[in-house]
């Protein structure tokens, strides 16, 4: 069983569509979490960095952890053709250094 | 802020022959940085970690003599790839982490290597 896992996709919406993009994982010593949007050829980008339980907004973006179920999740509000990407959630222990990531889905919005 | 440079952007170079990477925070200091490796379609793959002024960490499996980490100063890492073969060919990404900002890294732009 792989630490992280995360649906690969691809997933297709409609422009406007609100996207929920997720990640489950098992270790418990992961104390934060990262979603990074990646495009075709192009380095990841960090988008959302959380370290405790609940929401956290920023924009359109909207991460949400929850610690207990081990599970966090990515929500895109009023999505845009420009967002298609692949999204990759990524976690660390608490003083780690490496990013545990999940696999990315790759996510498609359609005009 | 916290931008990553990575140059060149895209290399091919013929088998046997070696090539540097370099990996530059622009905007803030990074005392760890990261290389990884991604094929296509694939997540990144962590190939080492890179503490400044010390010797880097390798991941199981990554060979140490062939791909040569230099962290030199707070801002600058480099990768260097040695007798490159075709199957070296591969989208190599290095990231900073940021000095002041706890477990967040940012990632470079990526660097297309093919080897011929």
């Known amino acids: 069983q792989k630490e992280v896992e995360q649906d690969p996709g691809p997933l297709s919406v409609p422009e406007g569509a609100i996207v929920s993009l997720n990640c489950t994982y098992s270790n418990s010593a992961f104390q934060y979490f990262m979603w990074y949007r990646q495009y075709s050829r192009k380095g990841p980008e960090l988008l959302m960095y959380?370290?405790?339980?609940g929401n956290k907004e920023d924009g359109r973006f909207t991460a949400q952890v929850d610690k207990s179920s081990k599970y966090i999740s990515l929500f895109i509000r009023d999505s845009q053709p420009s967002d298609s990407a692949t999204y990759l959630c990524?976690?660390?222990?608490?003083?780690?250094?490496?990013?545990?990531f999940g696999t990315g889905t790759q996510l498609k919005v359609e005009l | 802020g916290a931008v990553v440079s990575q140059h060149p952007s895209w290399v091919i170079c013929k088998s046997g022959t070696s090539v540097k990477i370099e990996c530059r925070s622009l905007d803030f200091q990074a005392t760890t940085m990261f290389w990884y490796r991604q094929f296509p379609k694939q997540s990144l793959m962590l190939m080492a970690t890179s503490n400044e002024g010390s010797k880097a960490t390798y991941e199981q499996g990554v060979e140490k003599d062939k791909f040569l980490i230099n962290h030199a100063s707070l801002t600058l890492s480099t990768l260097t790839v040695t007798s490159a073969h075709p199957e070296d060919s591969s989208f190599y990404i290095c990231?900073?982490?940021?000095?002041?900002?706890?477990?967040?890294?940012?990632f470079g732009p990526g660097t297309r290597l093919t080897v011929t």
């Open positions: 990524a976690m660390v222990t608490g003083g780690g250094n490496k990013l545990t």
């Open positions: 959380t370290y405790s339980s």
């Open positions: 990231s900073a982490k940021h000095l002041y900002r706890d477990n967040e890294q940012y």
